[in-house]
């Protein structure tokens, strides 16, 4: 700031106004056909609040945050009205898919996630010292199984004894590995964007599923530990590749493991040609 004396005064602000506005307000970048295509490229609620000045939808979650707040409440109400007309939905459903995570050690449990179609059970929590081995966790496992569904593992570090025991031990033919750091050639339902690796891309795919505009109106049960799993967890794009926050990262966030999101995220994984729930969301993806 410069006084009337000529001399130059430094202004220490102690706060800030917010203005929301539109693009369009900026003369500079109304006609930037470049820089407007790239706005209308980015997923919600970012698309809205930088091309329409709606900032309604994030006013509560982080910048870049992965699950909108609306959009897993939306999940749990749903789990909970099913519940209200059935006390036990799964007796009426097929089973889908098991996604299983795998405890490390310690204290971690084993977290098995039940899909039927478009409702996620609550949380199967197996304690280390009831599963110490892969053959113990890999019977507790079958034993949660129904009708031959797909088992997915994560077949990353321990995971690979539980992987191994069910595929060659016993020679399900249903199991299914996962490995979060594999290549994935997926692209977002924008067809913009690829993904960093597979973890990105499922945990991608999951975000597109909760959208109030998807067809599949998942159902979440109201679990606090995954509601603050999903909260958590932010993306960013690194050269036109979505890249969803690290397991590393996000246990420095947490202070410990996702595991309840990440046996979630594993069950959804599962697209069988007899899977009408996630064929649909693919027909999106593909159309």
Same mark, same amino acid.
């Given at each position: 700031?410069?006084?009337?004396?000529g001399?130059?005064?430094?202004?220490?602000?102690?706060?800030?106004?917010?203005?929301?506005?539109? !693009?369009?307000?900026?003369?500079?970048?109304?006609?930037?056909?470049?820089y407007?295509?790239?706005?209308?490229?980015?997923?919600?609620?970012?698309? @809205?609040?930088?091309?329409?000045?709606?900032?309604?939808?994030? +006013?509560?979650?982080?910048?870049?945050?992965?699950f909108?707040?609306?959009?897993?409440?939306?999940?749990?109400?749903?789990h909970?009205?099913?519940?209200?007309?059935?006390?036990? %939905?799964?007796?009426?459903?097929?089973?889908?898919? +098991?996604? *299983?995570?795998?405890?490390?050690?310690?204290?971690? @449990?084993?977290? *098995?996630?039940?899909?039927?179609?478009?409702?996620?059970?609550?949380?199967? !929590?197996?304690? /280390?010292?009831?599963?110490?081995? $892969?053959p113990?966790?890999?019977?507790? *496992?079958?034993?949660? @199984?129904?009708?031959?569904?797909?088992?997915?593992?994560?077949?990353?570090?321990?995971?690979?004894?539980?992987?191994d025991?069910?595929?060659?031990g016993?020679?399900?033919?249903?199991?299914?590995?996962?490995?979060? /750091?594999?290549?994935?050639?997926?692209?977002?339902? /924008?067809?913009?964007? $690829?993904?960093?690796?597979?973890? @990105?891309?499922?945990?991608?795919?999951?975000?597109?599923?909760?959208?109030?505009? /998807?067809? +599949?109106?998942?159902?979440?049960?109201?679990? %606090?530990?995954?509601?603050?799993?999903?909260?958590?967890?932010?993306?960013?794009?690194?050269?036109?590749?979505?890249?969803?926050?690290?397991?590393?990262?996000?246990?420095? !966030?947490?202070?410990r493991?996702?595991?309840?999101?990440?046996?979630?995220?594993?069950?959804?994984?599962?697209?069988?040609?007899?899977?009408? *729930?996630?064929?649909?969301?693919?027909?999106r993806?593909?159309?």
């Open positions: 700031h410069r006084l009337p004396n001399q130059e005064e430094t202004i220490y602000p102690r706060s800030r106004t917010f203005i929301p506005a539109r !693009v369009q307000d900026n003369p500079f970048l109304d006609n930037d056909a470049n407007l295509a790239q706005l209308q490229k980015l997923p919600e609620p970012l698309r @809205s609040a930088m091309l329409y000045g709606d900032f309604s939808q994030s +006013l509560s979650d982080k910048p870049l945050q992965l909108p707040s609306d959009w897993v409440r939306a999940a749990i109400t749903r909970a009205a099913m519940h209200a007309r059935l006390p036990d %939905p799964t007796h009426k459903l097929p089973l889908t898919a +098991l996604g *299983v995570d795998v405890a490390r050690g310690g204290t971690d @449990s084993t977290i *098995v996630s039940r899909r039927y179609g478009s409702y996620y059970a609550p949380f199967d !929590v197996v304690p /280390s010292n009831q599963a110490r081995t $892969g113990e966790v890999a019977a507790r *496992v079958i034993s949660l @199984s129904r009708n031959e569904c797909p088992i997915v593992v994560d077949a990353t570090g321990v995971g690979a004894s539980v992987y025991h069910l595929t060659q016993l020679g399900l033919e249903n199991v299914r590995p996962h490995v979060g /750091s594999a290549q994935s050639n997926r692209r977002d339902l /924008s067809r913009m964007l $690829g993904f960093v690796n597979l973890r @990105s891309q499922v945990y991608w795919q999951l975000r597109e599923a909760l959208d109030p505009s /998807s067809p +599949l109106k998942i159902a979440l049960p109201d679990d %606090p530990e995954l509601v603050e799993e999903l909260l958590a967890m932010t993306w960013e794009e690194q050269s036109k590749k979505i890249k969803v926050i690290t397991k590393k990262d996000l246990i420095k !966030v947490l202070g493991s996702p595991d309840k999101a990440d046996a979630l995220t594993l069950a959804f994984s599962v697209r069988d040609e007899d899977d009408p *729930v996630l064929d649909e969301a693919a027909r993806r593909e159309a």
